[in-house]
T-cell receptor, first 110, second 111 residues
């Protein structure tokens, strides 16, 4: 599993509240990714990082920000959660030409 | 824009049947990934291939670069193969890699 953990695993929050999801890896991989998974859509890239303090937007980045102050942690923040951000969020790392995924975080915005 | 399409979306088969899941993509890629997602959500990488064919146990993945098409085959299917199978095309751009995912094929194997 490439030592990837996500926290929290489940969260219910209210519209307008800030939410931060954490992805932690233990193997010093350079590339990290945040995806969201919704019914009827494939996994969609939100943001990715190619090193400490180096991040870039994916295809569905609106309403999300990220930070990577340490190699091992990649944080995804919803500044003001909306119901459209109810989803399952997966973190991934890239290693040996493959991507390895964390266990996912199920976020519900009421 | 790279698009990835999978077929069928849903597949139900009897235990022991030979299974084929197809994946088509629209642009040149550096590799094609096949992933498996079980109920409960964890995503596991099955194969990464850029040409030809790979085999792991009862699973076989093939890719035809010219036709922009890949297939995942399962021989002697078993109920534990029931899962969602996802293909993803990988494109490298200035050292960064990005995956574009299909919407998945939900496979159900009936005992």
């Amino acid at each position: 599993d490439a030592g990837i953990t996500q926290s929290p695993r489940h969260k219910v929050t209210e519209t307008g509240t800030p939410v931060t999801l954490r992805c932690h890896q233990t193997e010093n991989h350079r590339y990290m990714y945040w995806y969201r998974q919704d019914p009827g859509h494939g996994l969609r890239l939100i943001h990715y990082s190619y090193g400490v303090k180096d991040t870039d937007k994916g295809e569905v980045s609106d309403g999300y920000s990220v930070s990577r102050s340490k190699t091992e942690d990649f944080l995804l923040t919803l500044e003001s959660a909306t119901s459209s951000q109810t989803s399952v969020y997966f973190c991934a790392i890239s290693a040996h030409n493959e991507q390895f995924f964390g266990p996912g975080t199920r976020l519900t915005v009421l | 824009k790279n698009e990835v399409e999978q077929s069928p979306q849903n597949l139900t088969a009897q235990e022991g049947e030979f299974i084929t899941i197809n994946c088509s993509y629209s642009v040149g890629i550096s590799a094609l990934h096949w992933l498996q997602q079980h109920p409960g959500g964890g995503i596991v990488s099955l194969f990464m291939l850029s040409s030809g064919k790979k085999k792991h146990g009862r699973l076989i993945a093939t890719i035809n670069i010219q036709e922009k098409h890949s297939s995942l085959h399962i021989t002697a299917s078993h109920p534990r193969d029931s899962a969602v199978y996802i293909c993803a095309s990988r494109v490298r751009n200035f050292g960064n890699e990005k995956l574009t995912f299909g919407t998945g094929t939900r496979l159900t194997i009936i005992p």
